[in-house]
């Protein structure tokens, strides 16, 4: 997803903007840019990495200016279409990530006023709209401007000499950083943290004007007020720490993340009000809701709270529902992003919000715009996760649902009790799989070659299954399946062969029986077979060319281990595959377009 940066004060823009567009590489992009203005504006811009552009571009002088990194839509990754973009004259210059849906119209209209476009982009129409609007005032013309626009927009403009950036955002995330005699702003706040953590999150509809002695917000037309928040991330939890690559760090991570994350109920933990009411009259239903890793999540929290809650739970595609979804003024819903900024989740609440129901949000970003929008709030204490592919956010996801549902749980205090232990020694079970990575490398070297993997699971490990695909496509580009083992003999029973092995996630739990049986048909099928069987479980070893052994726990519990093995195994497969496992192709850390 495309990022975006601006500085503003009293040294070289240049150096600053390439830095901080560095730490916005993880979004994913194709191409990236940089526009410095000394009270002209000069702009270098190529469908190169940001350290290439660095080591191209000439030097320019000026202590403001505005950064992208960008992630095609309208238009091939190219030169012309990088951004940032500017008017006829060169005058202004605009960074955007967004989508802005009237383009065409916008296009055909100014070009009959005689404005010459140059990329194909959407995004070009807004310098050109400055341009026509602008009468000796940044900031005014940008408001004009936007009035125009359908659509979504985080923009960066500067120009005209003016010693000022104009930032503005609607349905795209932009924070504004502070500094002493100087301000950034930025798409995310891993891209300032080596300045600053003083931020300031843009509200829907701001148009911010920064200099590099403050900033002032205007939204509706009228002057807003917007507080500062404290960012407790440090620049080392947002770097990789000496690991190869970022998700390899942050699978490392997970023991810390599963006790800050826990660390803030398990001792004396309050029950949450709305689902406890619910627990109790069991009036409501509870809606969970999600995309990609983070539904996966709400799917293993429907299982949670069916056990726990005793009620009948959904879960859904955030995606799906915003067209075709219905949900009665009584549901809670419980929506799960990493990123809090994700479109489509983003949507969802909109509409869950529109007929009344109540939206629990459960985020990784604290000031997020799901965060804003949400009635509740839960932040998971992952911290930054930099790899486009989601590992430890996943975990905090669950270590929260498991907390949520038990604080609310229908069940004896013995099993709670026991549950509670479980939570407890949840990290150094965790610890306990990453011990033995080096087991897991060596199998994942085995499957290395294969072009197809199928994951099979039931019950609460249907979704692991589900995740431990997604994780393997995402960074591998191996075509895998996640499948529910029940279903293998509805269809998929026609892939099974030599040249596709299956892994097969086994829990002792009521499933083991029938998943030991999907097991044998999978084998008699001659599919080369690999299982994750809990400690002690021997029961699959004569059908199975690989066990690979998970700690034992609590079979509801069982997703927790399964997964981080799974993690490895998609980690060491696409590392011995050389793909680039932190920023896989066409996909973006954060999406925020439908
Ligand atoms: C997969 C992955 C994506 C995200 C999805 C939702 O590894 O990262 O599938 O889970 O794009 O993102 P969030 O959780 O930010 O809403």
Redesign the pocket.
């Known amino acids: 997803m495309c990022g975006i940066v601006g500085y503003i004060g009293e040294r070289q823009a240049q150096p600053i903007l390439l830095n901080c567009l560095s730490h916005l590489e993880y979004r994913g992009y194709d191409s990236c840019g940089i526009a410095v203005s000394d009270g002209a504006v000069k702009v270098y811009k190529d469908a190169v990495r940001v350290a290439e552009l660095k080591k191209t571009m000439p030097d320019f002088d000026g202590s403001l200016g505005i950064g992208h990194t960008r992630w095609a839509t309208h238009g091939e990754p190219s030169r012309v279409n990088a951004h940032p973009h500017g008017d006829c004259q060169n005058e202004v210059s605009v960074v955007h990530n967004g989508i802005i849906n009237n383009f065409l119209k916008l296009k055909q209209q100014l070009t009959s006023e005689g404005h010459t476009f140059v990329s194909e982009t959407d995004s070009e129409v807004i310098p050109h709209l400055i341009e026509k609007y602008y009468a000796g005032d940044l900031e005014k013309a940008v408001e004009r401007a936007l009035a125009d626009i359908e659509g979504s927009y985080a923009i960066i403009v500067m120009g005209y000499g003016e010693n000022t950036l104009i930032a503005a955002r609607k349905d795209s995330p932009l924070v504004i950083a502070l500094g002493d005699r100087e301000n950034y702003i930025a798409s995310d706040v891993p891209a300032v943290l080596d300045y600053t953590s003083r931020v300031i999150y843009l509200e829907d509809g701001d148009i911010a004007t920064v200099t590099a002695g403050g900033v002032s917000f205007r939204n509706g037309g009228k002057t807003a007020k917007r507080s500062e928040h404290k960012v407790d991330w440090s620049v080392e939890e947002a770097r990789k720490g000496g690991y190869e690559h970022y998700m390899l760090k942050e699978i490392h991570e997970q023991p810390r993340v599963i006790r800050d994350t826990l660390g803030d109920w398990l001792p004396n933990g309050e029950p949450f009000e709305d689902l406890k009411k619910m627990s109790e009259d069991g009036t409501r239903t509870l809606l969970m809701l999600?995309?990609?890793?983070?539904y996966h999540a709400a799917l293993v929290g429907k299982y949670i709270a069916q056990e726990m809650l005793g009620l009948p739970v959904r879960a859904e595609l955030a995606s799906e529902f915003n067209y075709h979804g219905r949900a009665l003024p009584e549901t809670l819903a419980v929506t799960?992003?990493?990123?809090?900024?994700?479109a489509d989740?983003l949507m969802a609440i909109k509409r869950l919000k529109d007929v009344g129901c109540r939206v629990m949000a459960i985020t990784n970003v604290n000031g997020s715009s799901v965060s804003r929008l949400a009635d509740h709030t839960i932040i998971t204490r992952a911290g930054p996760e930099i790899s486009?592919?989601?590992t430890k956010?996943f975990l905090a996801q669950l270590m929260v649902l498991y907390w949520l549902m038990m604080s609310c749980a229908r069940v004896e205090p013995k099993r709670q009790a026991e549950m509670v232990l479980q939570l407890r020694h949840m990290a150094s079970r965790v610890t306990q799989v990453l011990d033995s990575e080096a087991e897991i490398a060596e199998r994942a070297g085995y499957l290395a070659k294969y072009n197809d993997v199928f994951f099979i699971g039931r019950g609460i490990n249907y979704p692991v299954a589900l995740e431990g695909a997604?994780?393997l496509k995402?960074i591998s580009y191996v075509h895998a399946e996640g499948f529910a083992a029940g279903e293998l003999k509805h269809g998929p029973f026609a892939l099974l062969g030599r040249e596709k092995p299956v892994i097969a996630v086994l829990t002792q739990d009521a499933t083991h029986q029938t998943m030991l049986t999907s097991i044998r048909e999978v084998k008699a099928r001659g599919s080369p077979l690999m299982v994750l069987a809990s400690e002690g479980d021997d029961s699959a070893d004569s059908l199975a060319d690989f066990t690979i052994t998970v700690p034992r726990v609590d079979p509801l519990f069982s997703p927790v281990v399964n997964t981080v093995t799974l993690q490895l195994l998609a980690y060491h497969i696409a590392r011995k595959r050389g793909c680039p496992v932190d920023f896989p192709k066409n996909l973006a850390?954060?999406?925020t377009v439908e």
């Open positions: 999600g995309c990609g890793t983070s799960l992003t990493q990123s809090g900024e994700t989740v486009v592919a989601a956010s997604l994780k995402e850390k954060s999406v």
